[in-house]
């Protein structure tokens, strides 16, 4: 896989924001220039839900882009989710960066968005009525799972919102490939990484469609500077539970350095957007902020 063109923006965004310092974290960002802050869909936490916070931060904010990492589809009527976008493009304009799954990560939550018949074909089908909703003025829709007639949300988005989704699955990589503008992956390698893209690529390329070159991007899971040994503990192993294919340690960043060092190698497979993720308990979140700023903000182009 070639490295991106010299076009490409590489780009860094913040994860995992604290529902009870939410506010300090928005104006740090801010503030400080970060380009983007990304909630996940972790309902059986104390996270706050990725659409309330975004909204908060959209009204605290004007230049912060604000994105879904990753929000789970099935399970939430497509309708629904598409008036929830609409409104906070209409607040926060060209700043919106939804990102998509087919299901929770923790299994906590997977009961929570109980689905009818199959998981994968209910997915494709609420992307694309997502996508007509946030695009068409009048929808009309009669498939397997949804039933619209003369539906509208508003107000559309002056530019139709680009939809990235998660996965790395092959028949994750095959769908982003049919229906999506982008790709976020998570706990890969960047070996794992060019695979994903190269597979993106084909069967984009099969549906006749092309994703733009800078569209492919990837979590980074960060231990913050000072974290303890147990935290660190608790980080590597719930990493493994996830990834038991793996060493942990090759997927946790421990520290700034390593977090710079796995930015610059998935620059070098094709990835230019990232979002570092602190997973263990920080002190200060301006503080981080800056720190971030500081460590990561000259690897942005």
Known sequence: MPPPLPQSKIRIGLGSVPHDDLGEYVDACEEAGVDSIWLADLPSSDAVDP???????????????LGTGVLVLPGRNPMLVAAQLASLAALAPRRVLPTFGVRSVGPRDRDLYPVPGARAALFDEALTVLRRLLSEPSVTHHGTFFHLDDAAVGPLPARPLDLWLGGSAPAALRRIGRLADGWLGAAITPAEAADCRAGIERAAAEAGREIDDDHYGTNI?????????????????????????????????????????????????????????????????????????????PEQT
Request: glycine residues 8%.
């Open 51 to 65: 659409v309330v916070g975004l909204a908060f931060a959209a009204g605290r904010t004007r230049r912060l882009k």
């Open 221 to 297: 899971t960060l231990l913050p500077p000072g974290t303890s040994d147990a935290d660190c503990a608790a980080v590597l192993a719930g990493t493994a539970r996830r990834r038991p294919d793996l060493d942990p340690a090759l997927l946790v960043a421990d520290g700034w350095a390593a977090a710079r060092a796995q930015v610059r190698a998935f620059v070098d497979v094709g990835l230019t957007k990232f979002v570092v993720r602190p997973l263990a308990p920080v002190a200060s979140w301006r503080g981080f902020v800056d720190e971030f700023t500081a460590e990561l903000g």
